[in-house]
């Protein structure tokens, strides 16, 4: 029992449970659920949730919260087709600068809340606002050009990866996924955003310099939510609402996955499972035909019942 | 000055507050005319009551973070006008008001047992309520619809008697707050919210406290639904992410500790008046709605860095 408890800690053994009982359910009772397309198109959108969700991991882990998601995506949906359609840059030179511009005001961002100790939650509000609106300022709200095309070819689900028939965004997020676990838990930067969640006094007082563990967090989330944002633009098209669904769906993918919201507990494994087992859920109930409004209901007391199963806090009679 | 500062965080908001209104009548002279009061009242009405309804929640401490205010008051408006107020509803402000306050109660209430018995962490739980009530919403109003002409929504929009209405219902949560600060149940809210455990120990119902905290927040973001319909006149289906985002940009502009345990419903109003002078000078000053999101963004970020400048020395744990 104890030995499953410590499992329990260090991997997502539940999750990945609620993730497979979902699907069986889903496979037992929907036609064609379980059909090469239909795998390939949920994980093409986990995908996409699981990349937008990664910034937000990391920050949680910190002991913050980044409501600048939404806005970094917008701004790296709207530049790159703004640079490549419209302005005929080159593709990797607008998406370096769509990288760049992002990891700055991120940076500033990690910057102003570790310097003056102002919460994150307001500061990424204003950063992210900033983000997406000079985007849109810049084009003037009107919206011409298109995605670079290997951006739709990445994330199409007929797509193949070097004659795999898996969708090339979903090998990407598998990389990337075993390159952040590697990060978070063999390697020194990682420990020591773990010591900074903790207790950043007491990181402060190993010597861990956690300013720059603050800059270089919230810069890496804003630059990948804006990598994410040129992703979409090629998944689905560029505009300024192209980012709202991803404000509190990566909320919820993190937390599903089961990383708390009072940090240093949790990492991208979970987060990764989380944004399955959130997509898996999604496709059921379109398949079950559901409407917009009864999926929405369902979903929330859905999420609730999965997550009673290993998402709760301790008692408080036990931490006294 | 500084100490002062220190010891009242709200201070710095007031000050911003006064600064921006000043800025206000600068930039447009006629904005300080009291025959605008009712007018400006009402649209800062639901704003104000936004943010005082998730203070409550934010105060008691634990991470508690309500994302499902924006909703409740969106539930409010939608119920009043679809039902409350159609041909066979109840008709009277003195009827209906309280009706869908009680519902108000009932959803926060709801979210508190979900946070304080069942031990989800709040932004999980009000999260799913979130997913849930936007379903509820998009079922009972799938269409926008308009209040029925010559009710006591205009009224409550405009002038009540020798009163405007905006200041009527922005005085309801603060009165009720003022009647709570002389009981047990203050004291006891701000012990939770500074260390459960300890409260706990000290033979504080955490439970309790906590339920009637999120369901104080329930009812008064039914309050704002109120305020909002009778701004608008009309179903206003979408859009509630929004308000729960401005609630909680308020909420932290005026000082409140996301920690729990410190600060007040009048710092969030304090707030919630920067959050709206900011916008209305935009418009004041006819921005253009390109540059609208940049410059809000810009000035969100400079109003709590110039605060937290002056404030530099506040005590450790603000960065949570």
Not at chain 2, 92 to 99: C, D, G, T, V, Y
Not at chain 2, 127 to 134: E, H, K
Request: hydrophobic share 55%.
């Amino acid at each position: 029992m104890s030995q499953a408890l410590a499992l329990q800690r260090r991997a997502p053994v539940l999750q990945l449970l609620a993730l497979v009982v979902l699907f069986v359910y889903g496979a037992a009772t929907i036609e064609g659920f379980s059909s090469e397309i239909t795998v390939d198109s949920m994980l093409v959108l986990a995908a996409l949730l699981g990349l937008a969700a990664l910034g937000q991991t990391l920050v949680l882990i910190l002991g913050g919260i980044d409501f600048s998601v939404p806005g970094h995506i917008a701004m790296g949906a709207i530049v790159v087709s703004e640079l490549y359609g419209a302005r005929h840059w080159s593709a990797p030179l607008a998406i370096v600068l769509v990288a760049v511009a992002a990891g700055a005001l991120g940076a500033a961002t990690g910057w102003i809340c570790h310097r003056w100790r102002i919460q994150p939650l307001i500061v990424t509000l204003g950063i992210g606002a900033i983000s997406a609106g000079a985007a849109i300022a810049w084009t003037q709200g009107h919206l011409t050009g298109a995605a670079p095309p290997f951006l739709t070819t990445l994330t199409t689900a007929t797509g193949t990866t070097f004659g795999l028939a898996v969708p090339p965004v979903v090998v990407l997020w598998g990389l990337v996924a075993v390159a952040v676990a590697l990060l978070l838990h063999r390697t020194a930067p990682g420990r020591r955003l773990y010591a900074t969640g903790a207790n950043p006094r007491a990181a402060a007082l190993a010597r861990i310099d956690t300013k720059r563990v603050w800059v270089v967090v919230f810069s890496a989330s804003a630059c990948l939510s804006a990598l994410t944002g040129c992703l979409l633009a090629g998944f689905a098209g560029a505009d300024q609402t192209v980012g709202d669904p991803y404000l509190f769906s990566s909320l919820t993918a993190v937390i599903v996955g089961g990383t708390t919201f009072m940090g240093a507990r949790g990492d991208y494994t979970h987060t990764v499972v989380g944004a399955l087992i959130l997509t898996v859920l999604t496709t059921i109930l379109v398949g079950k035909g559901y409407g917009q409004a009864d999926q929405q209901i369902v979903f929330g007391v859905l999420i609730l019942l999965v997550v009673a199963g290993y998402g709760r806090e301790r008692r408080l009679r036990d931490r006294v | 000055m500084a100490d002062r500062l220190r010891t009242h965080t709200w201070l710095f908001a007031a000050c911003l507050a006064l600064a921006l209104l000043i800025a206000n009548v600068a930039a447009e002279p006629t904005f300080g005319e009291p025959g605008n009061w009712p007018a400006l009242l009402a649209a800062l009405a639901p704003f104000a009551i936004v943010a005082m309804a998730s203070t409550p929640a934010i105060l008691s401490g634990g991470g508690g973070l309500d994302i499902s205010i924006g909703p409740i008051a969106v539930l409010a408006n939608v119920v009043l006008i679809e039902w409350l107020l159609g041909h066979d509803g109840v008709g009277s402000a003195w009827l209906a008001i309280p009706i869908v306050v009680l519902l108000g109660a009932a959803i926060g209430a709801l979210n508190g047992v979900l946070v304080a018995v069942f031990r989800y962490q709040s932004v999980i739980a009000t999260l799913c309520t979130f997913f849930v009530l936007a379903g509820v919403i998009a079922k009972i109003a799938p269409a926008p619809k308009t209040a029925p002409a010559g009710t006591w929504l205009t009224g409550l929009g405009d002038m009540v008697g020798p009163v405007p209405g905006g200041l009527l219902l922005v005085a309801g949560p603060l009165v009720v707050w003022w009647l709570l600060s002389r009981t047990a149940f203050h004291r006891n809210l701000y012990a939770v919210g500074g260390n459960d455990a300890t409260a706990f120990s000290a033979g504080i119902d955490v439970a309790a406290v906590r339920v009637l905290a999120y369901s104080l927040g329930g009812a008064f973001a039914a309050v704002g639904g109120v305020a909002l319909t009778a701004l608008v006149s009309s179903t206003q289906a979408s859009g509630f992410a929004q308000y729960t985002l401005i609630a909680l940009a308020a909420v932290a502009l005026g000082g409140t500790q996301l920690g729990g345990g410190r600060g007040g419903l009048v710092a969030s109003l304090l707030g919630a008046c920067c959050i709206y002078f900011m916008q209305t000078l935009l418009g004041a000053l006819e921005v253009s709605s390109a540059w609208l999101n940049f410059v809000y963004g810009c000035l969100l970020v400079a109003g709590v860095v110039v605060g937290a400048k002056l404030l530099t020395l506040r005590p450790r744990g603000a960065t949570a």
